[in-house]
């Protein structure tokens, strides 16, 4: 049993810091959770999954808070962790990388905001063999660059 590529839900936490009213620093962390794989296994199937925590520190910036819709964007550095049980190609750890961040937030009370950011994430993991991608081309053993987009969605309480 071999991971598979595939969407997987993630769960985070977000802490934003206002240096101004339109700028910030905000960390975060999303833990996803991967259960697609491929290959041959015996019956009954045993447990199986691959998981990833992304974590990252990013500046951004926003468009004034007067308004109830508020866009913004950002950039940082990234941090990707990797674990789960079964075989995988990918050399288990720990990938430094970047992301960008692009959101929306809706203000639905003085405090209360619903919130959408679609995060990207640019990482360099290592393989320790040659794998063949869903799209049916293989790719060989060592460094190779990796994107993973992840959406979250939430609710925001502003602490003023």
């Known amino acids: 049993m071999l991971s598979a590529s595939g969407e997987a839900p993630a769960v985070g936490l977000r802490l934003t810091h206002r240096l101004r009213p339109t700028v910030g620093v905000e960390g975060e962390v999303a833990f996803s959770r991967n259960r697609g794989w491929h290959?041959?296994?015996?019956?009954?199937?045993?447990?199986?999954?691959?998981?990833?925590?992304?974590?990252?520190?990013?500046?951004t910036v926003r468009t004034s808070p007067r308004y109830p819709v508020q866009l913004d964007v950002g950039a940082g550095p990234a941090f990707i962790f990797h674990g789960?049980?079964?075989?995988?190609?990918?050399?288990?750890?720990?990938?430094?990388?970047?992301?960008?961040?692009?959101?929306a937030r809706i203000q639905v009370g003085e405090k209360l905001a619903l919130r959408l950011t679609r995060l990207a994430f640019q990482y360099f993991p290592t393989y320790t063999e040659p794998y063949q991608e869903l799209s049916g081309g293989?790719?060989?053993?060592?460094?190779t660059g990796r994107r993973t987009g992840v959406i979250l969605s939430g609710l925001t309480y502003t602490f003023r």
């Open 84 to 103: 789960g049980a079964g075989e995988s190609y990918l050399e288990r750890g720990v990938n430094v990388g970047a992301v960008g961040a692009l959101g």
């Open 138 to 143: 293989v790719l060989g053993a060592g460094k």
């Open 39 to 59: 290959g041959s296994t015996p019956f009954p199937r045993p447990e199986f999954s691959t998981r990833k925590a992304f974590t990252s520190l990013r500046l």
